[in-house]
């Protein structure tokens, strides 16, 4: 299908920072941009996919064309993204998911009082790894890629995510590199996959980040479709 390679196929795309509120005015969140996620929907559209972009908190407007689903917390994103997997191709999460959310949202603006408030936190549900376990116990579904920012030991942090995370390909990237990672118009990653499966793409645009790697999911796809 030419420059269309997509065409019929069903791309879901996250993105952003989610929301965790804390009260009616006050949050915890993150510094993802949502650039990254926005250039895989944009090219997966260009490449003639149906693209459904779940967001979080995202800094600039998502791209034209694409399904825009707007969310705020994991929680939200859970649902809005496992009530689309079935009959999505691929679903690629570039989203920063917090880990934690407060163990309850107040209802009104807390007010000061005590010189030390704690808030306490409870983990949130790993969206990704609940979308390879959603595949497994059915037997088939979409290709999975999921992303890692990190800090330190990139490769050992990408390798357990992928086996645990039950996913295809982890896009990893270390965050304190500069002209990499968060808010940054370029990125600078090393993408893992099944049977040792291993490139790294140095400095780029995070629009050509996103082209090489959607032809990196297209070579999986196709390998796994052989085997
Ligand atoms: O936070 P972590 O490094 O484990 O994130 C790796 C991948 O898992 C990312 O693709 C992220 O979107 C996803 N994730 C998720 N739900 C979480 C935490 C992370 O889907 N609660």
């Known amino acids: 299908i030419g420059s269309k390679p997509l065409s019929g196929q069903r791309v879901l795309v996250t993105a952003g920072g989610t929301v965790e509120r804390i009260d009616p005015v006050r949050y915890i969140t993150n510094d993802s941009s949502g650039k990254m996620g926005f250039a895989i929907a944009e090219v997966a559209r260009d490449r003639g996919a149906e693209v459904t972009l779940v967001c979080g908190r995202t800094e600039a407007?998502?791209?034209?064309?694409?399904?825009?689903?707007?969310?705020?917390?994991?929680?939200?994103?859970?649902?809005?993204?496992m009530r689309r997997l079935?009959?999505?191709?691929?679903?690629?999460?570039?989203?920063?998911?917090?880990?934690?959310?407060?163990?309850?949202?107040?209802?009104?603006?807390?007010?000061?009082?005590?010189?030390?408030?704690?808030?306490?936190?409870?983990r949130n549900p790993d969206i990704l790894?609940?979308?390879?376990?959603?595949?497994?116990?059915?037997?088939?579904?979409?290709?999975?890629?999921?992303?890692?920012?990190?800090?330190?030991?990139?490769?050992?942090?990408?390798?357990?995510?992928?086996?645990?995370?039950?996913?295809?390909?982890?896009?990893?990237?270390?965050?304190?590199?500069?002209?990499?990672?968060?808010?940054?118009?370029?990125?600078?990653?090393?993408?893992?996959?099944?049977?040792?499966?291993f490139e790294h793409l140095p400095q780029m645009t995070k629009r050509a980040v996103a082209e090489r790697l959607l032809d990196i999911v297209k070579d999986a796809r196709k390998g796994l479709a052989n085997r």
């Open 86 to 122: 079935d009959g999505t191709d691929i679903v690629i999460k570039a989203a920063a998911v917090a880990d934690y959310r407060p163990a309850s949202r107040a209802d009104q603006k807390i007010k000061k009082s005590s010189d030390s408030l704690t808030l306490e936190l409870v």
């Open 129 to 197: 790894q609940e979308v390879g376990e959603w595949r497994e116990a059915r037997g088939s579904g979409p290709f999975i890629v999921g992303f890692a920012a990190e800090t330190a030991d990139v490769e050992k942090h990408a390798l357990d995510k992928l086996a645990r995370k039950k996913c295809d390909l982890i896009v990893a990237n270390n965050v304190s590199e500069a002209g990499a990672g968060f808010g940054t118009e370029t990125n600078i990653v090393s993408v893992y996959g099944r049977g040792d499966f």
């Open 61 to 81: 407007a998502p791209p034209n064309g694409v399904n825009v689903v707007h969310t705020d917390s994991a929680l939200r994103m859970r649902d809005e993204v």
